[in-house]
């Protein structure tokens, strides 16, 4: 039995966590730590818990928390976090997987790019722990993951794009240079954290692109695709807001080198992700949309060429709370502690 604490635990990825691991024959959740409603069970603030997890939630230095054994330590907290408690967690003989752009980079020059991105202190707190890291994106790292004492989380608009075009990066099929990506999201990836622009009158009937000038997601995108590729790729990206609670759907477009039929496009990727069961291939007259990955790990690629234009086209579908985060996790705990990767996972959609 795998033994998890989740420091977070009652915002958007926390939660998701917490239902997630109560279905799971082989983990225990012993502590909840979290900044708010400290003293309170989890089910008074999340009330569908209610006989299924009533834990308290841990202030960080309760004793219980501090005290709580705990194989894997979770950390679904806000960036600059994680970082100053990993090697606290490692000293204790357990592994940490964060939520957070903490543990997503290998060098302090790649995390100091995210991190300036993303308005943050460029400096990171634990240097020593990078390149002992590892990117908990299981498709395209799941040995590294395994191995690793420290795994960070892919960012959600990171996991669609990333998984979206990996496998026509591999095949080096696109100009490396050319690639856009057009993502749009739920209102639940802005978090928990109340805000004028996420209230109900601000978001019905309403659709709006952020952070034009650079979100944070493009580093670890154009890192892994590079990967793919073996040179630089460089994109174009939008993130959009959409009049949805959760769900991403990243239109990904990329100039192709030379011609390939839809067929064969559909075909290399069925081969690329053969051995990963949360990625599902569909031709471009596949019925497919955000509600049929609502709540489930999968990630659904409808791939297509434009002959016309001479452009592949992959739109990528995930839900952004699950395989942009909880799923994720709980895909990348599997991993870290010797599981069958889909334990606890395997759910279908629930329709309409």
Same mark, same amino acid.
């Given at each position: &039995?795998?033994?998890?604490?989740?420091?977070?635990?009652?915002?958007?990825?926390?939660? !998701?966590?917490?239902?997630? +691991?109560? =279905?799971?024959?082989?983990?225990?959740?012993?502590?909840? %730590?979290?900044?708010?409603?400290?003293?309170?069970?989890? $089910?008074?603030?999340?009330?569908?818990?209610?006989?299924?997890?009533?834990?308290?939630?841990?202030?960080?230095?309760?004793?219980?928390?501090?005290?709580?054994?705990?194989?894997?330590?979770?950390?679904?907290?806000?960036?600059?976090?994680?970082?100053?408690?990993?090697?606290? %967690?490692?000293?204790?003989?357990?592994?940490?997987?964060?939520?957070? !752009?903490?543990?997503?980079?290998?060098?302090?020059?790649?995390?100091?790019?995210?991190?300036?991105?993303?308005?943050?202190?460029?400096?990171?707190?634990?240097?020593?722990? +990078?390149?002992?890291?590892?990117? =908990?994106?299981?498709?395209?790292?799941?040995?590294?993951?395994?191995?690793?004492?420290?795994?960070?989380?892919?960012?959600?608009?990171?996991?669609?794009?990333?998984?979206?075009?990996?496998?026509?990066?591999?095949?080096?099929?696109?100009?490396?240079?050319?690639?856009?990506?057009?993502?749009?999201?739920?209102?639940?990836?802005?978090?928990?954290?109340?805000?004028?622009?996420?209230?109900?009158?601000?978001?019905?009937?309403? &659709?709006?692109?952020?952070?034009?000038? !650079?979100?944070?997601?493009?580093?670890?995108?154009?890192?892994?695709?590079?990967?793919?590729?073996?040179?630089?790729?460089?994109?174009?990206?939008?993130?959009?807001?959409?009049?949805?609670?959760? /769900?991403?759907?990243?239109?990904?477009?990329?100039?192709?080198?030379?011609?390939?039929?839809?067929?064969?496009?559909?075909?290399?990727?069925?081969?690329?992700?053969?051995?990963?069961?949360?990625?599902?291939?569909?031709?471009?007259?596949?019925?497919? /949309?955000?509600?049929?990955? $609502?709540?489930?790990?999968?990630?659904?690629? %409808?791939? $297509? %060429?434009?002959?016309?234009?001479?452009?592949?086209?992959?739109? $990528?579908?995930?839900?952004?709370? &699950?395989?942009?985060?909880?799923?994720?996790? +709980?895909?990348?705990?599997?991993?870290?502690?010797?599981?069958?990767?889909?334990?606890?996972?395997?759910?279908?959609? &629930?329709?309409?």
């Amino acid at each position: &039995m795998v033994k998890i604490k989740i420091v977070g635990a009652t915002g958007y990825g926390g939660i !998701g966590l917490i239902e997630l +691991l109560l =279905g799971h024959p082989e983990a225990k959740i012993v502590a909840l %730590v979290a900044r708010e409603d400290v003293g309170k069970r989890i $089910s008074d603030i999340y009330p569908h818990l209610d006989g299924f997890c009533d834990l308290p939630i841990l202030d960080a230095a309760d004793p219980r928390a501090a005290d709580a054994e705990a194989d894997i330590v979770v950390f679904s907290t806000p960036d600059r976090v994680g970082m100053f408690e990993a090697g606290k %967690v490692l000293a204790q003989g357990a592994k940490a997987l964060d939520f957070s !752009g903490d543990f997503r980079f290998t060098t302090p020059e790649a995390y100091a790019d995210y991190a300036t991105r993303h308005g943050k202190d460029p400096q990171h707190a634990a240097p020593e722990l +990078l390149g002992k890291n590892a990117y =908990g994106l299981a498709e395209l790292h799941r040995e590294e993951i395994k191995q690793a004492p420290v795994v960070g989380n892919p960012g959600c608009f990171a996991c669609s794009c990333i998984l979206g075009l990996a496998p026509a990066a591999k095949a080096r099929l696109f100009d490396p240079l050319s690639v856009i990506c057009d993502c749009k999201t739920g209102v639940s990836g802005a978090g928990k954290k109340l805000a004028a622009t996420h209230h109900f009158p601000s978001r019905y009937e309403n &659709m709006n692109a952020y952070k034009l000038a !650079g979100h944070q997601h493009v580093c670890e995108v154009e890192r892994e695709l590079g990967l793919q590729y073996g040179q630089e790729v460089r994109l174009t990206f939008t993130a959009q807001v959409v009049p949805l609670c959760r /769900g991403i759907m990243s239109t990904l477009y990329a100039q192709l080198l030379q011609p390939i039929s839809e067929a064969d496009a559909v075909a290399l990727y069925k081969e690329f992700y053969k051995d990963s069961p949360f990625v599902r291939v569909y031709g471009s007259t596949a019925p497919i /949309g955000t509600n049929c990955v $609502s709540r489930t790990n999968f990630c659904d690629l %409808v791939v $297509s %060429v434009d002959a016309r234009t001479g452009r592949l086209r992959v739109v $990528s579908y995930i839900d952004n709370l &699950m395989k942009g985060q909880a799923g994720s996790a +709980l895909q990348n705990i599997n991993l870290m502690a010797g599981l069958p990767e889909t334990l606890g996972l395997m759910r279908s959609g &629930m329709y309409p």
